[in-house]
C-alpha cells in the first residue's frame, strides 16, 4: 500500500529518507501513482504516464550501492513533452507526432537518469512549447490546481500544474520567452532558467542557439538546487555547454550568502504590468530589506527588446520548423505558423541590425550588474487568466501586438542570458498566485539560489503546495 503522506513532503526531505534506506524509489513511484489517479481527471499535467518503464529503471538502480545511485538516489521526475523519452511517447504537443516514440532519449533526459533520476511521466505542453497557455489537441489542456477555470501559463504547464498538485517533486522544464518562469508564477512553485549551457540540451539541429534552456522546477529554491546538481554539466553532443561547478547548487543554497544591493522594478521599464501583481512584487522584493539588503528601484535600459526578441525568435522558428510548415501547414496551430512565416518580414539587413543590438542591450545589462548583484521584477505582467484565452491580448489598457508580447518581462532577461528564477511572491485578492523573478549576473547561479532561499524564507510561501486542485 502506498504512503499517501510521502506526497506532502519535500523532494530535499524524500532525497535524505532515500540516503537513509528509509524508503525506496518503488515506495515513491507507488504513492505517485496514487496520487495520480486521484489529481489527473481534475488538471491534465501529466497525460503521459510511464510506471512500468519506471519501475524497472529503479530495480536497476537499487542494485547498486547507495553511494553509486547518483545525486536523486532514485527520485521520480516528470519530464516535458518536448524532451524525448527513450520507449515513452513524445509528442511535442502537435498532431504531426502523435504516434511519435522515440527509440533515444535527449541529453537532458539522459543526463538525470545518470543521476539517479526516475522517469514516470510526460508532462502536458502547447505545441512545440509555442504560447503561454498549455493546450494543444493532442493531449488536450491543463488547468490550473489553485482555479481551474485558469491557465497554467506555458509552455512547461503540466510540470508546474503537477508540481503545485501533488503529482511531482522535481519535474523538467525549458524556456525561451519564460516558460519555466511563466508557469511556475501561475502555480506559485519555483522554476529556475539557467545561464546557456549550464545544462547540456539537444541534440539539437541549432546547436548554438542560446534562447532556449532547459532547467529544473520544483516545490521551493533548494529543491530547484538539489535537481540543478543533477542536470548540470558538459556533454560533448552540445557544443555551448559547461563544466559543472566544483561546489555544488545545494551547497550554495545552505550557505545562505545575502546580495548587498539588489533593483526591483515593477516594468523593467519596457511592458505594462497589472498594478495588483507589481504591488505583491513590490512588497516581495522588500522582504530583502528586513535582512539588511539595500534595495532601489532600478533596472537596465531595455528599450529595444521588442525589436531584438521578436527577430531572433522568428529567426529560431523558421530555421527550426519550416520543414514542418511546408509538409504539415494544415496540423499546425495558427500562432506556429505566424512565428515561422514572421522570419519572411526581415531582411538580411535587419537581422544584421538585431544581432548588433543584441551585443549593446548585453553589455548595458552587464555593466548594471556591477552595481546591483540582483534584479527583482514581477515573473509575468498578469495573474493566471481564464484558461479559454489562447494569450493575454491587453494589460493594464495596452493592447499587445502578438501571442507573445505578453511574456516581455520574462524573455527582456532571456535576451541577457543571466540565470534568472521565478518564486512564489504572494496571492491576489482572487487568491491566484504571483511569482517575483529574480535574476543574477552572468552565470551567477550559484549567488543566485542562494539569496532566493533566504528571500524565500523572508516571504514566506513556500510551503503553500501541494494543494488539492480546487
Given amino acids: 500500500m502506498s504512503d499517501p503522506t510521502l506526497i506532502w513532503k519535500t523532494a530535499t526531505e524524500i532525497r535524505n529518507l532515500l540516503a537513509k534506506g528509509e524508503v525506496s524509489p518503488l515506495d515513491l513511484l507507488d504513492a505517485l501513482e496514487t496520487r495520480v489517479s486521484e489529481v489527473e481527471p481534475k488538471i491534465n499535467a501529466l497525460p503521459t504516464l510511464c510506471f512500468e518503464r519506471a519501475r524497472n529503471a529503479a530495480k536497476t538502480l537499487m542494485e547498486k550501492p547507495a553511494e553509486e545511485r547518483g545525486t536523486l538516489m532514485g527520485m521520480p521526475v516528470a519530464i516535458k513533452d518536448l524532451e524525448a523519452v527513450k520507449g515513452v511517447r513524445t509528442t511535442f504537443g ?19 537518469e545518470k543521476n539517479g533520476g526516475v522517469v514516470y511521466a510526460k508532462a502536458n505542453t502547447p505545441e512545440f512549447g509555442a504560447g503561454g497557455n498549455t493546450f494543444n ?33 522535481l519535474a523538467q522544464g525549458s524556456d525561451n520567452g519564460g516558460s519555466l518562469r511563466n508557469p511556475a508564477s501561475f502555480c506559485s512553485i519555483v522554476g529556475l532558467r ?69 533593483a526591483f522594478s515593477r516594468d523593467l521599464g519596457c511592458t505594462p504590468v497589472d498594478p495588483e501583481v507589481a504591488r505583491i512584487c513590490e512588497e516581495a522584493a522588500l522582504r530583502f530589506e528586513s535582512l539588511g539588503v539595500t ?25 527550426s520548423r519550416r520543414k ?12 506556429v505558423v505566424w512565428n515561422i512565416e514572421k522570419a519572411l518580414d526581415y531582411s ?27 534584479l527583482l521584477s514581477p515573473a509575468t505582467c498578469v495573474a493566471p487568466y481564464p484558461v479559454e484565452q489562447r494569450y493575454v491580448a491587453e494589460c493594464d489598457g495596452h493592447a499587445f501586438d502578438n501571442y507573445v508580447e505578453w511574456l516581455t518581462m520574462a524573455y527582456a532577461i532571456t535576451l541577457t542570458g543571466f540565470p534568472a528564477l521565478s518564486m512564489p511572491a ?7 498566485p504571483v511569482g517575483l523573478q529574480v535574476v543574477a549576473g552572468p552565470r551567477g547561479e550559484a549567488d543566485l539560489l542562494s539569496a532566493a532561499g533566504l528571500l524565500e524564507t523572508a516571504i514566506g510561501h513556500a510551503g503553500a503546495v501541494p494543494i488539492d486542485p480546487i
Fill in 194 to 262: 539557467p545561464s546557456p549551457g549550464r545544462v547540456a540540451r539537444g541534440p539539437s539541429g541549432l546547436p548554438f542557439g542560446n534562447l532556449p534552456v532547459v532547467g529544473p522546477m520544483a516545490r521551493n529554491v533548494a529543491d530547484v538546487a538539489m535537481m540543478l546538481d543533477a542536470m548540470a554539466g558538459e556533454h560533448p553532443r552540445d557544443p555551448i555547454s559547461l563544466a559543472s561547478p566544483l561546489r555544488s547548487f545545494s551547497d550554495a543554497v545552505r550557505e545562505q550568502r545575502l546580495p548587498k544591493r539588489v
Fill in 94 to 112: 502537435s498532431p504531426i507526432f502523435a504516434d511519435h516514440i522515440p527509440d533515444k532519449s535527449d541529453i537532458v533526459v539522459e543526463t538525470l
Fill in 324 to 335: 514542418l510548415l511546408e509538409e504539415h501547414r494544415d496540423k499546425l496551430k495558427p500562432e
Fill in 426 to 432: 504572494g496571492f491576489t485578492s482572487e487568491g491566484l
Fill in 137 to 169: 489537441e493532442v493531449l488536450g489542456t491543463t488547468l490550473n490546481p489553485w482555479n481551474q477555470k485558469r491557465s497554467v501559463a506555458g509552455s512547461s504547464g503540466g510540470s508546474a500544474a503537477a508540481l503545485a498538485s501533488g503529482t511531482a517533486w
Fill in 295 to 319: 534595495v532601489e528601484e532600478a533596472h537596465p535600459d531595455f528599450h529595444d527588446v521588442q525589436d531584438i526578441y521578436q527577430a531572433l525568435r522568428a529567426e529560431g522558428f523558421y530555421m
Fill in 348 to 374: 538580411l539587413e535587419d537581422f544584421t541590425r538585431v544581432q548588433l543590438a543584441r551585443g549593446a542591450y548585453i553589455q548595458r545589462a552587464v555593466d548594471f550588474f556591477e552595481t546591483y548583484d540582483l
